[in-house]
Protein backbone atom coordinates (compact mmCIF):
# COMPACT_ATOMS: atom_id res chain seq x y z
CA UNK A 1 0.00 0.00 0.00
CA UNK A 2 1.51 3.59 -0.66
CA UNK A 3 4.59 1.79 -1.99
CA UNK A 4 6.07 1.06 -5.67
CA UNK A 5 7.03 -2.60 -6.69
CA UNK A 6 8.65 -3.41 -9.44
CA UNK A 7 9.11 -6.55 -11.36
CA UNK A 8 11.70 -6.81 -14.21
CA UNK A 9 12.78 -10.61 -14.15
CA UNK A 10 11.13 -13.93 -12.71
CA UNK A 11 7.90 -15.86 -11.48
CA UNK A 12 5.55 -14.94 -9.21
CA UNK A 13 3.52 -18.48 -8.71
CA UNK A 14 2.24 -20.68 -6.58
CA UNK A 15 0.32 -18.12 -4.17
CA UNK A 16 -3.38 -19.19 -3.03
CA UNK A 17 -5.16 -16.73 -0.89
CA UNK A 18 -8.77 -16.42 0.37
CA UNK A 19 -8.75 -12.56 -0.49
CA UNK A 20 -8.34 -11.17 -3.86
CA UNK A 21 -4.32 -10.88 -5.72
CA UNK A 22 -2.99 -14.04 -5.44
CA UNK A 23 0.08 -12.77 -7.23
CA UNK A 24 0.15 -9.08 -6.55
CA UNK A 25 -2.33 -6.91 -5.00
CA UNK A 26 -1.82 -3.71 -5.26
CA UNK A 27 -3.80 -0.93 -2.98
CA UNK A 28 -3.74 2.54 -1.29
CA UNK A 29 -2.15 4.45 -3.88
CA UNK A 30 0.51 2.05 -4.58
CA UNK A 31 2.12 0.76 -7.76
CA UNK A 32 3.07 -1.76 -9.78
CA UNK A 33 5.47 -1.80 -12.38
CA UNK A 34 6.04 -4.77 -14.30
CA UNK A 35 8.87 -4.56 -17.50
CA UNK A 36 9.62 -8.47 -17.59
CA UNK A 37 8.34 -11.68 -15.90
CA UNK A 38 5.41 -14.14 -15.05
CA UNK A 39 2.67 -13.87 -13.04
CA UNK A 40 1.04 -16.93 -13.19
CA UNK A 41 -0.51 -20.24 -11.45
CA UNK A 42 -2.16 -18.00 -8.25
CA UNK A 43 -5.47 -18.87 -6.87
CA UNK A 44 -7.67 -16.41 -4.94
CA UNK A 45 -10.71 -18.10 -2.94
CA UNK A 46 -12.81 -15.14 -3.71
CA UNK A 47 -14.43 -14.37 -7.07
CA UNK A 48 -11.43 -11.39 -7.91
CA UNK A 49 -8.50 -11.52 -9.47
CA UNK A 50 -5.84 -14.37 -8.88
CA UNK A 51 -2.85 -12.57 -10.78
CA UNK A 52 -2.69 -9.14 -10.12
CA UNK A 53 -5.38 -6.87 -8.69
CA UNK A 54 -5.64 -3.20 -8.83
CA UNK A 55 -7.84 -1.50 -5.68
CA UNK A 56 -6.94 2.21 -5.89
CA UNK A 57 -3.51 2.13 -7.54
CA UNK A 58 -1.49 1.32 -10.43
CA UNK A 59 -0.22 -1.05 -12.81
CA UNK A 60 2.02 -0.19 -15.25
CA UNK A 61 3.55 -2.87 -18.12
CA UNK A 62 6.21 -2.75 -20.88
CA UNK A 63 8.46 -5.40 -22.25
CA UNK A 64 7.97 -9.20 -22.50
CA UNK A 65 5.71 -10.14 -19.61
CA UNK A 66 3.03 -12.68 -19.29
CA UNK A 67 0.13 -12.95 -16.79
CA UNK A 68 -1.38 -15.99 -17.36
CA UNK A 69 -2.67 -19.14 -16.21
CA UNK A 70 -3.52 -17.88 -12.51
CA UNK A 71 -6.66 -19.53 -11.57
CA UNK A 72 -10.37 -18.53 -9.80
CA UNK A 73 -11.59 -20.45 -6.55
CA UNK A 74 -14.60 -18.55 -6.07
CA UNK A 75 -18.05 -20.34 -7.06
CA UNK A 76 -19.07 -17.41 -8.97
CA UNK A 77 -15.43 -15.60 -10.05
CA UNK A 78 -15.27 -14.53 -13.56
CA UNK A 79 -11.62 -13.02 -13.58
CA UNK A 80 -8.32 -14.54 -12.54
CA UNK A 81 -5.41 -12.90 -14.39
CA UNK A 82 -5.97 -8.97 -13.92
CA UNK A 83 -8.82 -7.37 -12.57
CA UNK A 84 -9.01 -3.74 -12.75
CA UNK A 85 -11.55 -2.85 -9.33
CA UNK A 86 -14.28 -0.80 -10.35
CA UNK A 87 -15.13 1.03 -7.12
CA UNK A 88 -19.35 1.03 -7.80
CA UNK A 89 -20.00 3.27 -5.16
CA UNK A 90 -18.31 6.08 -7.08
CA UNK A 91 -18.34 4.05 -10.63
CA UNK A 92 -21.70 6.37 -11.96
CA UNK A 93 -20.49 9.85 -9.99
CA UNK A 94 -19.38 12.05 -12.98
CA UNK A 95 -15.76 12.55 -13.30
CA UNK A 96 -14.96 8.88 -12.10
CA UNK A 97 -11.95 6.87 -13.82
CA UNK A 98 -11.81 3.50 -12.63
CA UNK A 99 -8.03 1.99 -12.98
CA UNK A 100 -6.77 0.77 -16.55
CA UNK A 101 -3.27 -0.66 -17.43
CA UNK A 102 -0.97 2.11 -17.92
CA UNK A 103 1.58 0.67 -21.23
CA UNK A 104 4.63 2.73 -20.60
CA UNK A 105 7.33 1.18 -23.14
CA UNK A 106 6.69 -1.18 -25.96
CA UNK A 107 5.55 -4.48 -25.12
CA UNK A 108 7.18 -7.50 -26.66
CA UNK A 109 4.92 -9.62 -29.43
CA UNK A 110 5.15 -12.88 -27.18
CA UNK A 111 3.47 -10.60 -24.12
CA UNK A 112 0.19 -11.90 -22.66
CA UNK A 113 -2.10 -10.53 -20.68
CA UNK A 114 -5.70 -11.67 -19.47
CA UNK A 115 -8.52 -9.63 -18.55
CA UNK A 116 -11.05 -10.11 -16.42
CA UNK A 117 -14.34 -8.08 -16.10
CA UNK A 118 -15.48 -6.87 -12.42
CA UNK A 119 -18.73 -5.28 -12.75
CA UNK A 120 -18.96 -3.23 -16.37
CA UNK A 121 -16.78 -3.71 -19.47
CA UNK A 122 -14.96 -0.39 -20.46
CA UNK A 123 -11.45 0.79 -21.88
CA UNK A 124 -8.56 -0.65 -20.00
CA UNK A 125 -5.69 0.33 -21.77
CA UNK A 126 -3.80 3.87 -21.49
CA UNK A 127 -0.72 4.29 -23.83
CA UNK A 128 -1.04 1.68 -26.12
CA UNK A 129 -1.42 2.99 -29.25
CA UNK A 130 2.29 2.58 -31.12
CA UNK A 131 3.43 0.46 -28.33
CA UNK A 132 1.24 -2.84 -28.52
CA UNK A 133 -1.42 -4.83 -30.39
CA UNK A 134 -4.94 -6.30 -29.57
CA UNK A 135 -3.11 -9.89 -29.37
CA UNK A 136 -1.05 -9.00 -26.16
CA UNK A 137 -4.15 -8.73 -24.54
CA UNK A 138 -6.87 -11.59 -23.74
CA UNK A 139 -10.14 -11.58 -22.06
CA UNK A 140 -10.56 -14.00 -18.99
CA UNK A 141 -14.49 -13.88 -19.08
CA UNK A 142 -16.56 -15.72 -21.78
CA UNK A 143 -19.37 -13.04 -21.64
CA UNK A 144 -16.75 -10.37 -23.22
CA UNK A 145 -14.21 -9.87 -25.88
CA UNK A 146 -11.84 -7.06 -26.55
CA UNK A 147 -12.35 -4.48 -29.57
CA UNK A 148 -10.04 -1.60 -29.83
CA UNK A 149 -10.99 2.26 -29.61
CA UNK A 150 -10.57 5.02 -31.97
CA UNK A 151 -7.56 5.79 -30.07
CA UNK A 152 -6.21 2.73 -30.28
CA UNK A 153 -6.60 1.70 -26.81
CA UNK A 154 -8.08 -1.13 -25.88
CA UNK A 155 -12.07 -2.25 -24.40
CA UNK A 156 -13.74 -4.89 -22.99
CA UNK A 157 -17.00 -4.92 -24.86
CA UNK A 158 -19.88 -7.58 -24.33
CA UNK A 159 -21.05 -9.87 -26.45
CA UNK A 160 -24.64 -9.58 -27.25
CA UNK A 161 -26.48 -12.80 -26.98
CA UNK A 162 -30.32 -13.69 -29.40
CA UNK A 163 -33.18 -14.06 -27.77
CA UNK A 164 -35.61 -15.97 -30.57
CA UNK A 165 -39.31 -16.39 -29.76
CA UNK A 166 -41.72 -18.67 -31.08
CA UNK A 167 -44.93 -17.08 -30.75
CA UNK A 168 -47.16 -19.86 -32.39
CA UNK A 169 -49.68 -17.67 -34.08
CA UNK A 170 -49.14 -14.40 -31.31
CA UNK A 171 -47.77 -11.31 -31.51
CA UNK A 172 -44.59 -9.97 -28.97
CA UNK A 173 -44.92 -7.47 -26.86
CA UNK A 174 -42.73 -4.32 -28.45
CA UNK A 175 -40.69 -4.40 -25.50
CA UNK A 176 -39.22 -8.09 -25.28
CA UNK A 177 -35.64 -7.64 -26.90
CA UNK A 178 -34.32 -9.90 -29.28
CA UNK A 179 -30.90 -9.30 -28.42
CA UNK A 180 -29.51 -8.56 -24.51
CA UNK A 181 -26.23 -8.76 -22.75
CA UNK A 182 -24.63 -10.19 -19.75
CA UNK A 183 -24.52 -5.97 -18.52
CA UNK A 184 -28.29 -5.68 -19.31
CA UNK A 185 -30.49 -5.01 -15.47
CA UNK A 186 -32.65 -7.98 -14.75
CA UNK A 187 -35.24 -7.48 -17.39
CA UNK A 188 -38.78 -9.85 -17.35
CA UNK A 189 -40.17 -10.62 -20.71
CA UNK A 190 -43.70 -9.44 -21.12
CA UNK A 191 -46.69 -11.51 -22.13
CA UNK A 192 -47.42 -11.98 -26.03
CA UNK A 193 -50.98 -11.57 -26.96
CA UNK A 194 -53.22 -13.80 -29.37
CA UNK A 195 -56.63 -12.93 -30.23
CA UNK A 196 -59.21 -15.22 -28.95
CA UNK A 197 -56.39 -16.73 -26.95
CA UNK A 198 -55.05 -16.52 -23.16
CA UNK A 199 -51.25 -16.77 -22.73
CA UNK A 200 -50.95 -19.69 -20.69
CA UNK A 201 -46.90 -19.47 -20.61
CA UNK A 202 -43.28 -19.64 -22.08
CA UNK A 203 -40.85 -22.64 -21.87
CA UNK A 204 -37.65 -22.57 -23.33
CA UNK A 205 -33.85 -21.68 -22.08
CA UNK A 206 -33.34 -22.53 -18.17
CA UNK A 207 -37.03 -22.96 -17.62
CA UNK A 208 -37.88 -26.61 -15.64
CA UNK A 209 -41.40 -25.94 -16.59
CA UNK A 210 -44.09 -24.00 -18.57
CA UNK A 211 -44.05 -20.54 -16.09
CA UNK A 212 -45.34 -16.94 -16.86
CA UNK A 213 -42.65 -15.17 -15.62
CA UNK A 214 -39.44 -15.51 -17.63
CA UNK A 215 -36.26 -13.12 -15.80
CA UNK A 216 -32.88 -12.87 -17.21
CA UNK A 217 -30.59 -11.65 -14.61
CA UNK A 218 -27.62 -9.32 -14.74
CA UNK A 219 -24.44 -10.90 -15.55
CA UNK A 220 -26.38 -13.64 -17.91
CA UNK A 221 -25.07 -14.75 -20.88
CA UNK A 222 -25.87 -17.05 -23.94
CA UNK A 223 -28.34 -17.44 -26.81
CA UNK A 224 -32.15 -18.13 -25.73
CA UNK A 225 -35.03 -19.20 -27.28
CA UNK A 226 -38.84 -19.34 -25.48
CA UNK A 227 -42.05 -20.76 -26.83
CA UNK A 228 -45.16 -18.91 -25.86
CA UNK A 229 -48.33 -21.49 -24.70
CA UNK A 230 -51.51 -20.66 -24.97
CA UNK A 231 -55.26 -21.71 -24.01
CA UNK A 232 -58.50 -21.20 -26.39
CA UNK A 233 -61.22 -19.32 -25.45
CA UNK A 234 -64.66 -20.70 -25.54
CA UNK A 235 -66.78 -20.01 -27.96
CA UNK A 236 -69.26 -16.67 -27.57
CA UNK A 237 -71.53 -15.07 -29.24
CA UNK A 238 -72.75 -11.43 -28.49
CA UNK A 239 -75.65 -9.19 -29.78
CA UNK A 240 -74.60 -5.99 -31.21
CA UNK A 241 -77.42 -4.13 -31.78
CA UNK A 242 -81.28 -4.30 -32.93
CA UNK A 243 -82.51 -2.10 -35.69
CA UNK A 244 -85.22 0.04 -35.10
CA UNK A 245 -88.27 -1.83 -37.01
CA UNK A 246 -86.50 -5.01 -34.59
CA UNK A 247 -86.53 -6.82 -37.70
CA UNK A 248 -82.21 -6.91 -38.08
CA UNK A 249 -80.31 -8.50 -35.30
CA UNK A 250 -76.41 -7.96 -35.21
CA UNK A 251 -74.50 -10.42 -33.45
CA UNK A 252 -70.72 -11.43 -33.08
CA UNK A 253 -69.40 -15.28 -33.00
CA UNK A 254 -66.64 -16.20 -31.77
CA UNK A 255 -64.66 -19.43 -31.29
CA UNK A 256 -67.16 -20.83 -33.31
CA UNK A 257 -66.45 -24.72 -34.02
CA UNK A 258 -66.59 -25.89 -37.55
CA UNK A 259 -70.16 -27.03 -37.99
CA UNK A 260 -71.85 -23.86 -35.63
CA UNK A 261 -75.10 -22.56 -36.07
CA UNK A 262 -76.40 -19.62 -34.59
CA UNK A 263 -80.44 -19.43 -33.37
CA UNK A 264 -81.79 -16.11 -33.40
CA UNK A 265 -85.38 -15.91 -31.00
CA UNK A 266 -87.50 -13.25 -31.63
CA UNK A 267 -90.26 -12.25 -28.64
CA UNK A 268 -93.60 -10.66 -28.18
CA UNK A 269 -94.27 -9.47 -24.90
CA UNK A 270 -92.70 -12.07 -23.63
CA UNK A 271 -93.67 -14.78 -25.79
CA UNK A 272 -91.78 -16.77 -28.79
CA UNK A 273 -92.93 -15.25 -31.90
CA UNK A 274 -90.21 -16.97 -34.24
CA UNK A 275 -87.10 -18.58 -34.52
CA UNK A 276 -84.06 -17.93 -37.23
CA UNK A 277 -81.14 -19.88 -38.18
CA UNK A 278 -77.97 -18.75 -39.51
CA UNK A 279 -75.11 -21.23 -40.49
CA UNK A 280 -71.76 -20.12 -39.95
CA UNK A 281 -70.05 -22.35 -41.70
CA UNK A 282 -66.19 -22.81 -40.95
CA UNK A 283 -65.60 -19.22 -39.84
CA UNK A 284 -64.67 -19.28 -36.15
CA UNK A 285 -65.32 -15.34 -36.28
CA UNK A 286 -67.82 -13.59 -37.76
CA UNK A 287 -70.24 -10.91 -37.74
CA UNK A 288 -73.19 -11.20 -39.23
CA UNK A 289 -76.43 -9.54 -39.55
CA UNK A 290 -79.68 -11.40 -39.21
CA UNK A 291 -83.05 -10.61 -41.31
CA UNK A 292 -85.76 -11.80 -39.15
CA UNK A 293 -89.46 -12.76 -40.74
CA UNK A 294 -91.04 -10.29 -38.17
CA UNK A 295 -90.08 -7.56 -35.67
CA UNK A 296 -89.86 -8.31 -32.16
CA UNK A 297 -89.19 -6.35 -28.37
CA UNK A 298 -86.63 -9.19 -27.21
CA UNK A 299 -84.26 -11.53 -28.41
CA UNK A 300 -81.83 -14.61 -27.43
CA UNK A 301 -79.33 -15.44 -29.36
CA UNK A 302 -77.09 -18.95 -28.89
CA UNK A 303 -74.48 -21.00 -30.63
CA UNK A 304 -75.35 -24.43 -31.31
CA UNK A 305 -74.07 -27.63 -33.06
CA UNK A 306 -76.35 -27.75 -36.24
CA UNK A 307 -76.08 -31.78 -35.77
CA UNK A 308 -77.59 -32.06 -32.92
CA UNK A 309 -78.74 -28.54 -31.85
CA UNK A 310 -76.11 -28.94 -28.44
CA UNK A 311 -75.31 -25.92 -27.41
CA UNK A 312 -71.82 -24.48 -27.68
CA UNK A 313 -71.90 -21.66 -25.14
CA UNK A 314 -74.41 -19.31 -22.96
CA UNK A 315 -77.23 -17.25 -24.41
CA UNK A 316 -77.03 -13.74 -24.77
CA UNK A 317 -79.88 -11.57 -24.67
CA UNK A 318 -81.52 -8.12 -25.76
CA UNK A 319 -82.50 -6.11 -23.73
CA UNK A 320 -79.11 -6.76 -22.04
CA UNK A 321 -80.32 -8.47 -18.58
CA UNK A 322 -79.22 -5.91 -15.45
Not at 163 to 189: H, M, Q
Not at 230 to 237: F, H, Y
Not at 240 to 259: F, I
Request: contains cysteine; glycine residues 14%.
Amino acid sequence: AGGTFVMKNGEISGNNVVSNGGGVLVYGGGSFAMSGGTVTRNVSESSGGSGVYVDNGTFSVSGKVNVTGNLKGGENGTAANVVLYQNMSEFFVPGYQPPVIAVTGKLDENTRIGVGVFYYSGVFTDGLNGRGSIANFTCDDSRFEIAETEAHELKTAAKEYKIDYDLDGGTNAKENPVTYTSEYSDFTLAEPTRENYVFTGWTGTGLDGQTKTVTIRFGSSGDRSYTAHWEKLPAAVTITGVSDDGKTVGCKATNAPAGTMLIVASYQDGKLAAVETYDLGNAENTTVDVTLGSGGTSYKLMLVNKSDFAPRCAADTWPKQS
